[in-house]
């Protein structure tokens, strides 16, 4: 077994020196060698039959550095996880100075290294005040949008009906359109096409105006680029004459055209009743208007969930951090090298915002204690559940469900999504523990007002250090340390 000398230098660093000697390599050099010289087919040698003295020779610098680099990695992994009471922080780094490890097969000679790790300090969670006072900003919907979500759910589930009423807004009309000429009549070989149309939202107040008092038979004449508030000229070829690709990218399309109104009907909205409601919300949700514009309410709000909760999460992220922070001072000096040599590629960006750095490893080690003390697991099926919803929110509640069921199957499969699921499911259940914990007042915001607060308090003129990131700057990972290339 390697020799193992742990120094504590202070109370957040310690060195480790490990030292292998030939007893603890040579029965696994003999054994590595012997295999190779089984499986192994040199010109002159029967295969199998080739000399483990010649192996060595050949494959013995290799064999035994593999070995060595392993042992001290295992050695570094026991130190890591052997003891519950201390925490590290990032991985274990070579001490400066040491010269290059020179392996010898030949010779039994013992190979030492000695590592700088970093430590966790100890102290205990501060500021869990269940009278502490936190703002969860919800979006505000105003009557008018209420109402009008209201009755576009009537509509929806509503009826067409042929009416020879005048055209007025809200009316589905079908049109038959001919493209003009520059003197007002049919164009010679001009485009022909028949569409209806919902006067209503998207549709322009001058074409609702120009059709609206009119009736079955009438024609007048617009400007067909005209009709949507905002729409693409290639988008109304498309939609409304029905050009193929070709000729909405070549053909010359007048903008005057005469249209004859085909058919007019009038939208009549469902009735608000008990098979309504439970048909849109479900049996037995909603039995009333009020209900139903509250269920209404959650859903329109829910667009403005994530932003809301991130914010709720954050202040309390944050509100942790700042009343622990004097308990937990970190190795700075260990960390900022760990970053140049661990993350050369991100270290100019990880140090110019090293505070914050400091403090994902912070809320990382506050983290890990409130998991043990509210309790928090992930279970298989958790990461199974939100699996799903990932998936089902990417496809947009659309999709065949076996086709739903082989990605999850897919996502399960990968060790990283396995892993990201994990902690993201760990970390909604101590929120939610939080939010049980502390009191937390409901207050509505205007959508602009939530943006407004969303962006500053995740500044976007640097990248963010990720969180995901910072957890994994401990060593409590369940892969452990890399392998020592000595």
């Given amino acids: 077994m390697p020799k193992v000398n742990l120094e504590e230098i202070d109370k957040l660093n310690a060195v480790i020196d490990i030292a292998v000697s030939p007893e603890d390599y040579e029965s696994e050099m003999k054994k590595e060698l012997k295999k190779l010289a089984a499986s192994q087919n040199f010109k002159g040698f029967r295969k ?22 392993k042992m001290f990695s295992e050695e570094l992994d ?76 009537l509509e929806s589930w509503g009826k067409e009906e042929e009416t020879d009423e005048p055209v007025e807004a809200g009316f589905i009309v079908s049109f038959d359109a001919k493209e003009l000429d ?52 290639e988008d109304v070829k ?33 009735e608000a009743n008990q098979e309504l409601f439970d048909k849109v919300f479900g049996e037995g949700e909603v039995s009333n208007e009020k209900d139903a514009k509250a269920r209404i309410k959650e859903s329109l709000q829910y ?44 270290a100019e960006r990880i140090l110019a915002k090293f505070d914050d750095f400091l403090d994902d490893l912070r809320w990382d080690l506050i983290a890990s204690k409130l998991f043990k003390q509210f309790e928090v697991e992930a279970t298989p099926q958790d990461i199974r559940n939100a699996t799903v919803a990932e998936i089902s929110q990417y496809m947009g509640g659309y999709g065949d469900q076996a086709f739903l069921d082989s990605m999850v199957e897919r996502m399960l499969q990968n060790q990283d999504h396995v892993r990201r699921t994990y902690e993201r499911v760990m970390y909604d259940k101590l929120y939610g523990k939080l939010k049980e914990l502390f009191k937390v007042v409901d207050k509505e915001a205007e959508e602009e007002e939530l943006d407004e607060m969303y962006a500053r308090a995740f500044k976007t003129e640097e990248p963010e250090i990720d969180e995901e990131e910072a957890r994994e700057e401990t060593a409590d990972e369940e892969s452990g340390p890399e392998e020592v290339t000595a």
Wanted: glycine share 8%; hydrophobic share 35%.
């Fill in 48 to 69: 199998g039959k080739t000399p483990i003295s010649f192996i060595k020779k050949i494959y013995g610098k290799g064999v035994l550095s593999e070995i060595v680099s």
């Fill in 78 to 153: 026991k130190i890591i996880r052997g003891d519950d009471d201390v925490k590290y922080i990032g991985s274990p780094l070579l001490t400066r100075g040491q010269p290059q490890l020179d392996f010898k097969p030949d010779s039994k000679e013992t190979y030492s290294l000695k590592f700088e790790l970093g430590k966790a300090p100890e102290f205990e969670v501060k500021g869990l005040d269940e009278n502490k006072e936190f703002t969860h900003y919800k979006l505000k919907v105003d009557d008018k949008e209420l109402d009008e979500e209201y009755q576009r759910i």
């Fill in 182 to 233: 520059e003197n007002g009549a049919a164009k010679e070989g001009g485009i022909e096409s028949s569409f209806h149309l919902r006067l209503k939202d998207e549709i322009s107040e001058e074409f609702i105006g120009a059709v609206s008092g009119k009736q079955k038979g009438d024609k007048f004449r617009f400007n067909i680029f005209n009709i949507y508030k905002d729409i693409k000229p």
């Fill in 238 to 270: 498309r939609s409304l004459l029905k050009l193929s690709a070709e000729d909405i990218e070549s053909r010359e399309v007048g903008e005057n055209f005469e249209f004859e109104i085909a058919e007019v009907k009038k939208l009549i909205p469902a």
């Fill in 303 to 346: 667009r403005k969930l994530l932003e809301g909760n991130t914010l709720l999460f954050r202040e309390m992220r944050d509100y942790l951090v700042d009343q622990n922070r004097a308990d937990m001072p970190l190795p700075e000096e260990f960390l900022k090298r760990y970053v140049q040599e661990e993350k050369a590629n991100e």
